[in-house]
């Protein structure tokens, strides 16, 4: 079965970094882009970053270019966000996604709280 894993979640304050995990099985994890979701209480779901199988492209939300990046590793089912320059409203809980045959999986999600 598919199972997403996401870690590295916090309290941090304005300006520090997070580096966010999902570790990923129950499929061919290297033929699989995957991609990053944020959810506020009160706001709808937001893309926030996707890598490609190969991770070869890239591609952000406007909010988050050039302060966040998304990675992969095949070798150890992984999938990163390392979040740099953090501001408040980025407080969300983060979920990594991936479509498998037509259906949607995802993680547990993992809290990121950015305050002074």
């Known amino acids: 079965q598919v199972q997403l894993v996401e870690s590295g979640g916090g309290l941090v304050q304005p300006g520090e970094s997070l580096r966010l995990s999902c570790a990923a099985s129950?499929?061919?994890?290297?033929?699989?882009?995957l991609m990053w979701y944020r959810q506020a209480p009160g706001k709808e779901r937001e893309m926030v970053a996707g890598?490609?199988?190969?991770?070869?492209?890239?591609n952000y939300a406007d909010s988050v270019k050039g302060r966040f990046t998304i990675s992969r590793d095949n070798d150890e089912n992984t999938v990163y966000l390392q979040m740099n320059s953090l501001k408040p409203e980025d407080t969300a809980v983060y979920s990594c996604?991936?479509?498998?045959?037509?259906?949607?999986?995802w993680g547990q999600g993992t809290q990121v709280t950015v305050s002074a």
């Open positions: 996604y991936v479509s498998v045959q037509r259906r949607d999986y």
């Open positions: 129950g499929f061919t994890f290297s033929t699989y882009g």
């Open positions: 890598i490609t199988a190969a991770g070869v492209f890239t």
